[in-house]
């Protein structure tokens, strides 16, 4: 069975930042991709990045140039670094790890006040 734990996240003032985690245990394949989607109260999912196991990454418009994603193979582990945060990146961010399917991590809060 396949888990994915987050940590990281918090409440945090407009212009700090923030690393969230991600490790994931179970049986998946190698090539594989994870990444981070987050959901602000009222609004959809959407996507924040994310990454291959040989590192390509793609990044939502809003977040380039301020987030970086990062993966540890030998730790199953994915990375958010937020930086210059503000306002409107406040979300429930959810770890994803896609092989076909897509698996989910359980969220975690983060809050920047203004």
């Known amino acids: 069975q396949v888990q994915l734990v987050e940590s990281g996240g918090g409440l945090v003032q407009a212009g700090g930042s923030l690393r969230l985690s991600c490790t994931y245990s179970?049986?998946?394949?190698?090539?594989?991709?994870m990444g981070w989607y987050r959901q602000a109260p009222g609004k959809q999912r959407e996507l924040v990045a994310l990454?291959?196991?040989?590192?390509?990454?793609n990044y939502a418009d809003s977040v380039k140039g301020r987030f970086t994603i990062s993966r540890d193979n030998a730790k199953n582990t994915v990375y958010l670094l937020m930086n210059s945060l503000k306002p409107e990146d406040t979300a429930v961010y959810y770890c994803t790890l896609i092989v076909v399917y897509n698996y989910w991590g359980q969220g975690t809060q983060v809050t920047v006040s203004s």
């Open positions: 179970g049986s998946i394949p190698s090539l594989n991709i």
């Open positions: 990454i291959t196991s040989g590192g390509s990454t």
